[in-house]
């Protein structure tokens, strides 16, 4: 009975050492090509932007009665991640610099015994203020984590978003420089984070090193094979695509800087965004209203296309909110995002472009 009981732990243990069943071989194709691509060590493909910011969240082991740092400048899924994971999210303050990242000192007050972790979201492809977020968590031991679905490709000193904290996180949906219709990924240099983040996405059915397999309860965060073969080839094109992206954002700030009401938010010193969006500050009565009105005649942007809100005012998110943050209320009212997809022409852009300027001159009427 005796040996039958040991080689009944022995073979037990080969199998929590085993790799992930068999038939995802696009996917680990897809993870060795990200991360050297990127300069990451490793690379962990999921199902969704939100799905990647979930299994972060979890290999970093934030859960019930955590607390997360997120600014309120951010979408709702970055909320929602937080949500899911079990912990509280708190919403941080814009920095006074005018441009998307967090006020330091806002994030610093909201610090406790509770905080767990840091997410900062690359809105838009701008990585603002990231490197004091990253040295603020650094002193203070907390975990950042980058949502950087918007944002690849983009660098701040040289660095790429998404390889600056310990995970950097992203969307391979339709519309974002790599895509494959849906999906996501995690980079992070740390082996530990990466066992964790392949474990819960696939119901911890493989070993962490502090977790064997079968320890935890993990998700179905999978991607399928199919779509990693596509990401695969996406990613062979990214140069290019980056270039288009970067190629059409500067087209579409040629023709609408200069427009009265209209103030181009440029990028740090040090920081190269992705060309995911053209962004200008809106200085004209009902800013929101204006965005609204350029969705109408066909100029997609995220106020008046998407409905973007400052996140503590989101009504899914009002459970959460702590008390007023009017320069994030105002950074997100008065910013005009028009974003890009490979599938948009010169004429398109120079229609576009037309379409703000004449827009924004009958608005001050």
Not at 93 to 100: S, W, Y
Not at 165 to 178: A, M, P, Q
Not at 343 to 362: C, F, P, Y
Request: proline residues 5%; hydrophobic residues 45%; contains cysteine.
């Amino acid at each position: 009975m005796a040996d039958h009981a040991a080689a009944h732990q022995a073979m037990a243990a080969a199998v929590a050492r085993m790799p992930e069943p068999t038939g995802h071989q696009e996917t680990g194709r897809l993870e060795q090509d990200l991360a050297t691509a990127f300069g990451a060590a490793r690379a962990v493909a999921v199902s969704s932007g939100t799905a990647a910011l979930t299994t972060a969240l979890a290999a970093c082991g934030v859960g019930a009665g955590d607390e997360v740092l997120l600014p309120a400048v951010t979408v709702v899924m970055t909320v929602a991640a937080v949500v899911a994971s079990g912990a509280r999210p708190v919403f941080v303050e814009a920095a006074a610099d005018g441009g998307l990242g967090m006020d330091l000192a806002d994030l610093a007050a909201k610090t406790g015994p509770s905080t767990k972790a840091v997410i900062a979201v690359h809105l838009a492809g701008r990585t603002d203020g990231i490197d004091g977020l990253a040295a603020y968590t650094r002193t203070a031991g907390l975990r950042l984590i980058e949502d950087a679905c918007q944002a690849q490709g983009s660098t701040s000193h040289g660095l790429l978003a998404g390889t600056i904290g310990d995970i950097g996180c992203f969307s391979l949906k339709d519309g974002k420089i790599i895509s494959c219709g849906e999906g996501g990924y995690l980079l992070t240099d740390d082996d530990t984070f990466a066992d964790r983040a392949a474990a819960h996405r696939t119901h911890w059915q493989t070993d962490a090193p502090d977790a064997p397999a079968g320890s935890r309860l993990g998700a179905n965060h999978r991607l399928a094979e199919p779509l990693a073969a596509l990401a695969r080839h996406q990613l062979h094109h990214f140069e290019g695509a980056l270039a288009l992206r970067r190629h059409q954002a500067a087209t579409l700030h040629h023709i609408v800087d200069g427009t009265p009401g209209l103030k181009p938010i440029t990028a740090a010193d040090g920081d190269q965004p992705n060309g995911y969006s053209a962004l200008w500050r809106v200085d004209l009565p009902d800013p929101r209203a204006f965005s609204t009105r350029l969705a109408v005649v066909g100029v997609p942007n995220s106020i008046g296309t998407h409905r973007l809100t400052a996140a503590h005012q989101h009504p899914a998110c009002a459970r959460f909110a702590t008390g007023d943050l009017p320069r994030a209320q105002a950074t997100v009212d008065t910013l005009l995002a028009v974003p890009f997809t490979e599938h948009d022409s010169e004429q398109d852009i120079q229609k576009r472009g037309l379409m703000i300027r004449q827009e924004a001159a009958r608005w001050t009427r």
